[in-house]
């Protein structure tokens, strides 16, 4: 996404199965590339990690 991903914007990058369709190639950005699974960020599960995202974007918005 050229301009960034806003807050509450699915990426255009991530399929119908949850996967990264840029994953291993040139276009996968480099702030994905940097980040570190943290259970902070990621809960315990795919809802609880929206919950946790869901709240950190309403905080930074
Ligand atoms: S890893 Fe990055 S580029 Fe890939 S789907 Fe997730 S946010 Fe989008």
Do not use: H
């Amino acid at each position: 996404m050229p301009d960034g991903k806003p807050a509450g914007v699915r990426c255009i990058n991530l399929d119908d199965k949850y996967m990264c369709g840029v994953w291993g190639t040139d276009d996968y950005p480099d702030v994905c590339r940097r980040f570190r699974a943290d259970p902070t960020v990621c809960g315990e599960s795919r809802d609880e990690a929206l919950v946790l995202l869901t709240v950190m974007e309403r905080q930074t918005s």
